[in-house]
């Protein structure tokens, strides 16, 4: 990987509009395009990923202080702590959408960067809690700087790849998240033993620390993350580009011959795609579906620990042992992922996820009587974290074939993000202080819950099936009754109309 310089939008402009036609032609080898998509999933995906592992650490690391006496040392309730978590989601819906419109206005290099910086400090400064204010306060700002980075991201692939490369980047983007819930809670079971170093709680080491590695992380995006195909170069090195002129025109080229509309930035979606994206009832399921699905999860994880440690385990390495199931849910998640891509099967695949997250909270409740089986209680929960998140991004995957444009695609992003992060409004309250140490309450919420949801996916398979079925036979029934009329025996007809005879499928099925 070598540096080009100097590469600005002077010496490489994009294509003007009415000069795109012209432009856009394939003049180069596969072995270029090779070449230059790999260098591009060098630099991209480990820094998009880097991002939202730093992001998971900050945001969960709290449900492993809580283990260490943050409540009592802070001076709050856990319907407090509650509150201050819903807090956090409340920033994130708020500032979602004016953090996206100022992405799309200076560029994901710059604000991505800045974003880390910024939730880094805020993080770091939660170590400086004192009261019940001031947990409200860093909550609530926590959430406003960490606004925007998730559809932040997902829009960067969408600008550097394909529409067919994007969904596979999507799922590894996801892998940060995943990785940085399962590594956050194994990181504190080491950070909470520095209890008394320099005086003070291991809680205030976790913040800092994980703090101190995002700021840390913001110069590493701000060195190596490139801004866009205007502007190729990194926020820190504004006149160096990792990709040479040729690469660079080789990987704009391909995207805009995959969808030309990406070489147009518009500054606003028009009203025609906000009445198409709202009157969808079908986005509206999938938004449905990420409702049900997320709270519950976002719920479970951040007491994960606590439930572990109410079974009898120490408190420090009870932040260990919640850590197993969700180091399984990264093969796990792989797995579902490989299936519905090659097999084309979105629906199902959630379902079956859904399925597996809702069988977690029955085994929670039912395992609540055993009280002296803490080995069995375990499992419960170790297979609720294997199963609980990854049917969120299978969801997305699902709703955005359902999109007619590019336009309808990005507000139903909007739409499905939002629905996540207001999910945890109201999980934030699943868990309360009454409830606990069994949270049989809570666990039945959660199976309710669950279960619409499941519901709402099952209903819509249904539909996906019936749709294809419909489409099948809007397709054979004029070929066959023109072949009745015309008397033409199937054998004389071309390979390419008997092959089409023989295996029709959906718009769904080949995209």
């Known amino acids: 990987m070598g540096l080009h310089v100097p590469i600005t939008t002077d010496t490489y402009p994009p294509p003007k509009d009415d000069e795109q036609s012209l432009a856009l032609q394939v003049d180069w080898t596969p072995e270029e395009e090779k070449a230059a998509k790999r260098k591009l999933d060098f630099i991209i995906m480990p820094l998009l990923t880097l991002g939202f592992f730093c992001l998971q650490l900050d945001r969960g690391n709290i449900a492993n202080a809580i283990t260490d006496n943050f409540m009592e040392d802070v001076g709050i309730t856990q319907d407090e702590f509650n509150i201050g978590q819903q807090m956090l989601s409340l920033g994130i819906v708020l500032t979602e959408i004016p953090s996206n419109m100022i992405l799309y206005r200076v560029g994901p290099g710059k604000w991505l960067t800045l974003q880390l910086f910024l939730f880094g400090i805020v993080s770091t400064f939660q170590s400086f809690q004192s009261n019940y204010s001031s947990f409200i306060a860093t909550r609530f700002l926590l959430g406003i700087t960490e606004s925007g980075f998730i559809p932040g991201g997902l829009w960067t692939l969408s600008t550097w790849y394909t529409r067919k490369e994007t969904a596979k980047r999507v799922m590894f983007f996801y892998f940060g998240n995943q990785f940085g819930q399962a590594s956050s809670k194994l990181l504190a079971f080491g950070i909470l033993h520095m209890r008394g170093v320099g005086g003070k709680a291991g809680w205030f080491w976790l913040f800092t620390i994980m703090g101190s590695f995002t700021i840390f992380s913001g110069f590493v995006l701000g060195f190596f993350l490139p801004d866009s195909f205007r502007n190729p170069c990194p926020t820190f090195l504004p006149g160096f580009s990792f990709f040479s002129k040729r690469e660079l025109h080789i990987l704009q080229t391909r995207v805009l011959l995959d969808d030309p509309m990406k070489g147009k930035k518009k500054k606003r979606i028009n009203w025609g ?31 994960s620990p606590s439930i572990v440690s109410s079974f009898g385990f120490g408190a420090l390495r009870s932040n260990a042992m919640a850590s197993v199931g969700l180091f399984l ?34 085994f929670n409740r039912s395992f609540t009587e055993l009280v002296g089986l803490r080995g069995v209680r375990y499992f419960g929960v170790v297979w609720t974290q294997t199963f609980g998140t990854f049917s969120h991004p299978l969801n997305i995957a699902w709703m955005s074939l ?36 069994f949270y049989r309450r809570g666990f039945s919420i959660n199976i309710a819950v669950l279960t619409v949801g499941l519901v709402l996916a099952i209903g819509r398979l249904i539909d996906d099936v019936l749709r294809r079925r419909r489409f099948k036979r809007s397709q054979i029934e004029p070929v066959t009754e023109s072949l009745s009329e015309e008397n033409v025996d199937e054998k004389t007809l071309p390979p390419t109309q008997t092959q089409f005879l023989g295996d029709v499928k959906s718009p769904v099925a080949t995209q």
């Open 329 to 362: 849910q990264i093969p796990m998640s792989w797995t579902f992922s490989w299936f519905s891509d090659h097999f084309n099967r979105r629906g199902e695949t959630v379902v079956a996820a859904l399925s597996c997250h809702l069988l977690g909270y029955i």
């Open 402 to 437: 359902t999109c007619e444009d590019s336009e309808v695609r990005a507000l139903a992003m909007a739409m499905v993000i939002m629905g996540a992060n207001i999910a945890g409004i109201y999980g934030a309250q699943i868990f309360r202080a009454d409830d606990k140490p």
């Open 273 to 303: 795609a906000f009445k198409r994206a709202f009157t969808n009832w079908r986005l509206w399921v999938h938004v449905l579906i990420t409702l049900a699905n997320n709270g519950p999860q976002r719920a479970f994880d951040t007491y």
